[in-house]
């Protein structure tokens, strides 16, 4: 089964080479650049990858478009701060040479997080479908949360995606900010109201799964802040559906 792989990216120069080395095995690798102020453009495509300059639609609706811009059927989508392992490269391959027999597949993302793995807590195993044929499956969820959604059986591949999300901390927090922002206006645009148990619950519950029923203290200072700043997360969307744009 021949293979593309989509990127959308911006600014995203010093990432997106191991991205797309990563995939070298694929038959297309199409990155959408949505008007990046650095290399990223002139790097990708000296990389070998097709790079078509968009505008920005949202993340759903620019990963859709990457999909339907893609050559193949079969699809994989990851993010220019994304890799994949040789262990789920070769998985990948050996899928697609016996014929796939399902829609889409489904594997563990690794994250990296302040120079360390983190094997617990909510990030990880973060089971993905980023795998699929897109004439049975496409991009949905909720901007900037979004997911890939399958009319038809998945199956797991063995092998980690791997995934550095943030550069530093204060990149963390920055991001914190912005998606949460993002969020709360699509909540509050559908009419979502936000209780007192959304702002006391709500982040009490995500820190207590997090670092203590999936083990996050087994990571250490690491597992600590994914889930102190997971449960800030949480209130801080919540606390801008219940104030609106006026709010933190």
């Given amino acids: 089964m021949p293979l593309s792989v989509t990127i959308i990216a911006r600014d995203e120069a010093d990432r997106i080479p191991e991205a797309i080395r990563s995939v070298g095995f694929a038959d297309e690798i199409l990155v959408l650049d949505s008007g990046s102020t650095d290399d990223t453009v002139v790097v990708a ?146 009419g979502v109201r936000a209780r007192w148990w959304d702002l006391t619950l709500r982040p009490l519950l995500h820190f207590v799964k997090s670092y203590l029923l999936r083990a996050g203290f087994r990571d250490g200072v690491r597992g600590l802040l994914v889930a102190a700043l997971g449960a800030l997360y949480v209130l801080l969307k919540w606390s801008r559906v219940r104030l609106g744009p006026e709010g933190p």
């Fill in 45 to 190: 495509r000296a990389l070998g990858a097709r790079v078509e300059v968009t505008d920005w639609p949202g993340h759903v609706a620019q990963k859709n478009r990457a999909v339907e811009w893609a050559s193949h059927d079969w699809v994989l989508s990851i993010d220019a701060d994304e890799r994949v392992s040789p262990a789920l490269g070769a998985s990948i391959r050996a899928a697609l040479e016996a014929g796939p027999g399902c829609a889409g597949f489904r594997f563990a993302r690794l994250s990296t997080y302040l120079g360390k793995e983190l094997r617990h807590g909510a990030w990880y195993p973060d089971a993905r479908v980023r795998l699929f044929d897109r004439r049975c499956a496409r991009w949905g969820g909720d901007d900037p949360h979004d997911r890939v959604e399958v009319d038809g059986a998945v199956r797991w591949l063995d092998g980690d995606l791997l995934h550095v999300p943030y550069r530093s901390l204060g990149e963390h927090l920055r991001t914190i900010d912005r998606y949460t922002a993002i969020s709360a206006a699509g909540l509050r645009a559908r």
